[in-house]
C-alpha cells in the first residue's frame, strides 16, 4: 500500500542565496523547515545552473549536483538506484528542480523530486519572479553601493569586450528594476555605452 503524499508542502519559488540565507529548524538531528522570512519551507522550486557533478558507483551508489543561480551555490543529492536520474544531466545545463529541503553535516541539499532541463532564460525569468514578491524601496546610500558595483563589474570584464547586462542582473541578489535604473543613470552620466543593445562597456 502506497505511502500518503506528505500533505505535498508548498515548493517555494525560491533563489538559492535565499535557502542559504535560512534558518534550519531541526527536529530530533532532523531538518524539519527552513525559516526563511517568518515562514517555513519545507520543499522548493529552483532554477540554477549545473556547475559540478559527482557520482559513486558500487556498493553505495551516490550523485550530487552542484547549481548556481547566481546568488549562491547548492546542492542535490541522491542515493541508490536514483543515481541513474543525473546521467543526462551535465556541466553547463540550466535545470528546473522541485525537491524537499534536506540538511547533513551543517550543509542544507535538496533531494530532487522533479528535474527538468530548462533554457537558460528562465534563470531571470525565476529571479524576477522572485522580486514581484518582494518590497520595493531602497535608500540613497544602497543605491550608490549599487550604482559603484555595477560599475565594478563592467570594469573587471572590460578585458572580455563588455558585460552583458543580464549577467550583471543575474549575478546579483538586487532586483531586477533598480538594476536597470542604476544602468540607465551611468548611460546618461556616460560612465558607461552599450556597443550593442544589451550589452555594456566602460567608457574610461
Same mark, same amino acid.
Given at each position: 500500500?502506497?505511502?500518503?503524499?506528505?500533505?505535498?508542502?508548498?515548493?517555494?519559488?525560491?533563489? *538559492?542565496?535565499?535557502? &542559504? @540565507?535560512?534558518?534550519?529548524?531541526?527536529?530530533?538531528? %532532523? $531538518?524539519? =523547515?527552513?525559516?526563511?522570512?517568518?515562514?517555513?519551507?519545507?520543499? #522548493?522550486?529552483?532554477?540554477? !545552473?549545473?556547475?559540478?557533478?559527482?557520482?559513486?558507483?558500487?556498493?553505495?551508489?551516490?550523485? =550530487?549536483?552542484?547549481?548556481?543561480?547566481?546568488?549562491?551555490? +547548492?546542492?542535490?543529492?541522491?542515493?541508490?538506484?536514483?543515481?541513474?536520474?543525473?546521467?543526462?544531466?551535465?556541466?553547463?545545463?540550466?535545470?528546473?528542480?522541485?525537491? &524537499? &529541503?534536506?540538511?547533513? !553535516?551543517?550543509?542544507?541539499? /535538496?533531494?530532487?523530486?522533479? /528535474?527538468?532541463?530548462?533554457?537558460? @532564460?528562465? +534563470?531571470?525569468?525565476?529571479?524576477?519572479?522572485?522580486? @514581484?514578491?518582494?518590497?520595493?524601496?531602497?535608500?540613497?546610500?544602497?543605491?550608490? #553601493? $549599487? %550604482?559603484?558595483?555595477?560599475?565594478?563589474?563592467? %570594469?573587471?570584464?572590460?578585458?572580455?569586450?563588455?558585460?552583458?547586462?543580464?549577467?550583471?542582473? *543575474?549575478?546579483? !541578489?538586487?532586483?531586477?528594476? +533598480?538594476?536597470? !535604473?542604476?544602468? %540607465?543613470? $551611468?548611460?546618461?552620466?556616460? #560612465?558607461?555605452?552599450?556597443?550593442?543593445?544589451?550589452?555594456?562597456?566602460? &567608457?574610461?
Amino acid at each position: 500500500m502506497a505511502e500518503p503524499a506528505l500533505k505535498r508542502n508548498i515548493a517555494y519559488k525560491m533563489r *538559492l542565496g535565499t535557502i &542559504l @540565507s535560512g534558518k534550519p529548524i531541526m527536529e530530533a538531528e %532532523k $531538518l524539519k =523547515s527552513l525559516e526563511v522570512n517568518g515562514r517555513p519551507v519545507v520543499r #522548493a522550486n529552483v532554477i540554477a !545552473n549545473v556547475i559540478d557533478k559527482f557520482i559513486q558507483e558500487g556498493e553505495r551508489k551516490f550523485g =550530487s549536483v552542484t547549481l548556481d543561480d547566481g546568488s549562491g551555490q +547548492l546542492k542535490i543529492k541522491v542515493f541508490g538506484d536514483d543515481v541513474d536520474r543525473f546521467n543526462e544531466l551535465n556541466q553547463g545545463d540550466t535545470l528546473m528542480i522541485i525537491g &524537499l &529541503l534536506r540538511s547533513w !553535516n551543517n550543509e542544507v541539499y /535538496i533531494t530532487p523530486e522533479i /528535474i527538468k532541463k530548462k533554457d537558460p @532564460s528562465f +534563470l531571470l525569468v525565476r529571479k524576477l519572479e522572485v522580486e @514581484s514578491e518582494q518590497p520595493k524601496g531602497r535608500e540613497a546610500s544602497e543605491l550608490l #553601493a $549599487l %550604482k559603484d558595483k555595477i560599475m565594478g563589474m563592467v %570594469k573587471e570584464a572590460e578585458q572580455n569586450g563588455g558585460i552583458d547586462i543580464e549577467k550583471i542582473i *543575474l549575478d546579483s !541578489n538586487e532586483p531586477a528594476e +533598480l538594476i536597470n !535604473n542604476e544602468i %540607465k543613470k $551611468l548611460l546618461e552620466d556616460g #560612465a558607461v555605452y552599450e556597443p550593442r543593445p544589451g550589452k555594456l562597456r566602460y &567608457l574610461g
